[in-house]
C-alpha cells in the first residue's frame, strides 16, 4: 500500500488556505506532512516561518516531516524541540558542524535525517549518514525553473539504496505516483509529493 510511504509536502498548496489543506490531508488519512523551511539563502524561495510552523502545530497532531533547506540549520534544529513529533531532514551542504546537530536531535527524541542535493557526492558523509536513520536524495534541483525530476537520479537512488542499506531512503522532487511506483523498486521507502497532491486537477488524495 502506497498511502503509508507518501508524505505531502504543503508548500505545494494553496498558500491562502494552509489551515484548510493541512485538514483536508489529515482527513484522507495522512499521518505526517512534510514543511520546508527555506529562508531565502540556501534556496532562492522562502517558504514557511516557525511562526507559521506553530499555528499549524496547534492544528493538528500529525507528525511534521521538516526539511531544512537554510543556511544556518543550527538556529532552527534548537527551536523545534517544541513542535514535536517531528522529524527533521538537515542539508549536508548548509552546516559544517552536522555531528553536533545530528546528536542535539537525537537526545531530545528529534528523528533526523541528512539531505541531499543532485549533485551532492555522499561518499565523504558516509560515517555521518551512518549515524542517522534517514536519508534524503533531492530528485530535481531548487532552481525556480519547474523543480523537474531529473531522470538520471534514478541511479544515483540505486547506489545509495545499496551503499546505506540500514537507513530509510526518502525521495524529494517532482514525483509522481507513476515515478513513485518506479522508484519504489529500486528501494525508496517514502515519498514526499507536493504538486501531484495539491495540484493536479483531480487531487489525488482519494486515490492513493
Not at 108 to 113: A, D, H, L, P, Q
Not at 114 to 137: C, Q, V
Request: charged residues 25%; negative net charge; hydrophobic residues 40%.
Amino acid at each position: 500500500m502506497m498511502r503509508n510511504r507518501i508524505i505531502p509536502s504543503l508548500a505545494s498548496a494553496k498558500q491562502l488556505y494552509l489551515a484548510k489543506e493541512l485538514l483536508k490531508v489529515e482527513a484522507n488519512g495522512f499521518q505526517e506532512i512534510h514543511l520546508d523551511i527555506e529562508d531565502g539563502n540556501f534556496v532562492n524561495n522562502i517558504t514557511f516561518g516557525l511562526a507559521t510552523i506553530q499555528e499549524l502545530r496547534y492544528l493538528t497532531t500529525m507528525s511534521f516531516n521538516i526539511h531544512l533547506m537554510v543556511t544556518q540549520p543550527e538556529k532552527y534544529v534548537k527551536l523545534l524541540v517544541d513542535y514535536l513529533p517531528c522529524t527533521v531532514f538537515i542539508h549536508a551542504e548548509s552546516c559544517q558542524n552536522l555531528a553536533e546537530l545530528i546528536f542535539y536531535c537525537q537526545q531530545n527524541n528529534i528523528k533526523v535525517g541528512l539531505a541531499f542535493l543532485p549533485t551532492t557526492s555522499l561518499i565523504e558523509y558516509a560515517y555521518l549518514i551512518k549515524r542517522t536513520s534517514m536519508l534524503l536524495l533531492m530528485t530535481s534541483e531548487p532552481d525556480g525553473q519547474g523543480q523537474m525530476f531529473i531522470e538520471e537520479m534514478s541511479e544515483k537512488i540505486s547506489k545509495t539504496r545499496q551503499s546505506f542499506p540500514k537507513q530509510e531512503l526518502w525521495v524529494d522532487g517532482d514525483i509522481t505516483m507513476e515515478r513513485a511506483q518506479r522508484l519504489r523498486t529500486i528501494g525508496v521507502e517514502k515519498f514526499v509529493m507536493g504538486r501531484e497532491i495539491f495540484r493536479t486537477e483531480n487531487s489525488k488524495t482519494e486515490l492513493i
